[in-house]
């Protein structure tokens, strides 16, 4: 994606968290010619080699696994929040735009079965069990039940080869007028409007 220098976002430590946080990405590919997309939750950890590496599985029913070929590169997309910025809150003569944090992650896809795709279904429900009450596990379940579910599922592994991450937070104004679209963000009665005006004030601050 084209990343304006301003908002060319660095931090590896910083990308990690986020990509944790807003692990329901988007995972597009090739099928038969044409791009293809499918709206996934991810978990991102280490291989047996410490190399960083995003899992996840995919519906059988979905042909989408079908040409995730060894090594096939992959594209996943990382969206967090967003928010409209009027043009009403310069105080000179401008044009609308947006704020938003995004991430978009490259790898390369290793198919996996048998105990890694097990490995990988206990820690997806156990991150989002944490925490609630009533908790469930995969170890929990019955064996014959998890079985019979497992089997209408394709495991999978992308070793990261590439990230870039975006975080256009009106890094280009001067103090008065980023002041002014923070004030009117936390106004908003929309929450994504009152999260990207705190993203403003924490990149304000670092920089």
């Known amino acids: 994606m084209y990343i304006h220098p301003l908002n060319r976002w660095k931090d590896d430590a910083e990308i990690a968290t986020f990509l944790q946080k807003n692990a329901?990405?988007?995972?597009?590919?090739q099928l038969d010619e044409k791009p293809w997309a499918t709206h996934l939750p991810f978990v991102l950890d280490q291989n047996k080699d410490g190399k960083a590496i995003l899992s996840g599985h995919i519906a059988k029913a979905n042909p989408q696994w079908?040409?995730?070929a060894d090594d096939q590169e992959v594209l996943v997309i990382f969206q967090g929040p967003h928010a409209y910025i009027s043009s009403s809150w310069y105080n000179h003569e401008n044009v609308p735009t947006w704020n938003y944090l995004?991430?978009?992650?490259?790898?390369?896809?290793n198919l996996i079965e048998g105990e890694e795709l097990m490995d990988h279904l206990k820690k997806l429900v156990n991150i989002y069990e944490d925490g609630?009450?009533?908790r469930v596990s995969v170890e929990t379940m019955s064996a014959d039940y998890v079985s019979k579910q497992v089997k209408a599922l394709v495991g999978f592994e992308i070793l990261i080869t590439d990230m870039h991450g975006s975080r256009k937070l009106s890094q280009n104004r001067d103090e008065a007028n980023h002041q002014?679209?923070?004030k009117k963000l936390e106004e908003s009665t929309f929450p994504l409007d009152k999260e990207?005006?705190?993203e403003m004030r924490i990149d304000r601050s670092d920089s």
């Open 24 to 29: 329901f990405a988007t995972l597009v590919s």
């Open 66 to 68: 079908k040409n995730l």
């Open 102 to 109: 995004a991430v978009h992650v490259y790898g390369k896809v």
């Open 132 to 134: 609630r009450p009533n």
């Open 180 to 182: 002014n679209i923070v």
């Open 196 to 198: 990207i005006a705190e």
